[in-house]
T-cell receptor, first 117, second 114 residues
Framework: GAVVSQHPSWVICKSGTSVKIECRSLDFQATTMFWYRQFPKQSLMLMATSNEGSKATYEQGVEKDKFLINHASLTLSTLTVTSAHPEDSSFYIC?????????????FGPGTRLTVL | DQQVKQNSPSLSVQEGRISILNCDYTNSMFDYFLWYKKYPAEGPTFLISISSIKDKNEDGRFTVFLNKSAKHLSLHIVPSQPGDSAVYFCAASVYNFGNEKLTFGTGTRLTIIP
């Protein structure tokens, strides 16, 4: 099946530093990747849609200068949390759509737990 | 505005019985629906999906029913097994030339009692 990996699986950083999270589709090509954020006991909230070779589309209320997304290849998208603050602590999950898939099934990575001290 | 709703935050079912998880939506433009299973600190795992042109889709122990007039879908798991204990999210999307994004419900925590 379609496998998506994320790295790192967890990260602890100091306030004011930047953190980069990688999302890779391991056995398929993905023109579109998505980044979600999940707060404890809440639903997944879409942050942005990332298309290979173009700028990401951010959801309303998501600061694009704070959450930098780069989709450099058909198998890799990165999310950089810039100048992280404690309120950015959350569980970040990426997903990917199979290239040319006729359905909307997204395959999710295992998530990255970010803790900002 | 919660376009996809799962009104039951939790559900407990005896092992071997049927688990029924419900989901309601308000956006009539949604044309594809999915169910995901999620364990703590992990990403969601795709379970089953259904297109709006169908009213039922079955895959092993999992069956999804769609009632478009009621804007309601449900996931049936039978027989329920202890490994089914997890949080289940329903999700919906609108076809947008490959740029579809999923709108998730708030999830239902299913506990299977041995």
């Amino acid at each position: 099946g379609a496998v998506v990996s994320q790295h790192p699986s967890w990260v602890i950083c100091k306030s004011g530093t930047s953190v980069k999270i990688e999302c890779r589709s391991l056995d398929f090509q993905a023109t579109t990747m998505f980044w979600y954020r999940q707060f404890p006991k809440q639903s997944l909230m879409l942050m942005a849609t990332s298309n290979e070779g173009s700028k990401a589309t951010y959801e309303q209320g998501v600061e694009k200068d704070k959450f930098l997304i780069n989709h450099a290849s058909l198998t890799l998208s990165t999310l950089t949390v810039t100048s992280a603050h404690p309120e950015d602590s959350s569980f970040y999950i990426c997903s990917a759509k199979v290239l040319l898939a006729v359905t909307d099934t997204q395959y999710f990575g295992p998530g990255t737990r970010l803790t900002v001290l | 505005d919660q376009q996809v709703k799962q009104n039951s935050p939790s559900l407990s079912v005896q092992e071997g019985r049927i688990s029924i998880l419900n989901c309601d939506y308000t956006n009539s433009m949604f044309d594809y629906f999915l169910w995901y299973k999620k364990y703590p600190a992990e990403g969601p795992t795709f379970l089953i999906s259904i297109s709006s042109i169908k009213d039922k889709n079955e895959d092993g122990r999992f069956t999804v029913f769609l009632n478009k007039s009621a804007k309601h879908l449900s996931l049936h798991i039978v027989p329920s097994q202890p490994g089914d204990s997890a949080v289940y999210f329903c999700a919906a999307s609108v076809y947008n030339f490959g740029n579809e994004k999923l709108t998730f419900g708030t999830g239902t925590r299913l506990t299977i009692i041995p």
